[in-house]
Nanobody, 120 residues
Framework: QVPLVESGGGSVQAGGSLRLSCVASGLTRCKGDMSWYRQAPGKEREFVSQIDIGGSTSYADSVKGRFTISQDNAKTTLYLQMNSLKPEDTAMYYC??????????????WGQGTQVTVSS
């Protein structure tokens, strides 16, 4: 199992910012698309943002214009910059790494999650 370790969660007031990080050790050669998902209590896990192998990004409508996904030059760390946070952003945030096609694809790796709590 390839570990993905998220960090950066915490408690902030509405309007504040947080930056989440996800370190994908051991998957550098086989790392494909990278994504952030979130799951609020009592709700299903939902897509937040993705950066694909070519560097193209996509966002859920609910976070577009407020969140920015990026990765470092070595592509070992994935980030999610979250600005103008709202109470409805409160959730456990998960990092997901897809196994690259040249390594066989067809497998996703998930981190343990980092909690984000936004108070009004």
């Amino acid at each position: 199992q390839v570990p993905l370790v998220e960090s950066g969660g915490g408690s902030v007031q509405a309007g504040g910012s947080l930056r989440l990080s996800c370190v994908a050790s051991g998957l550098t050669r086989c790392k494909g698309d990278m994504s952030w998902y979130r799951q609020a209590p009592g709700k299903e896990r939902e897509f937040v943002s993705q950066i694909d192998i070519g560097g193209s990004t996509s966002y859920a409508d609910s976070v577009k214009g407020r969140f920015t996904i990026s990765q470092d030059n070595a592509k070992t760390t994935l980030y999610l910059q979250m600005n103008s946070l709202k109470p409805e952003d409160t959730a456990m945030y998960y990092c997901k790494a897809a196994r690259a096609p040249w390594c066989g694809g067809l497998k996703d790796y998930w981190g343990q999650g980092t909690q984000v709590t936004v108070s009004s």
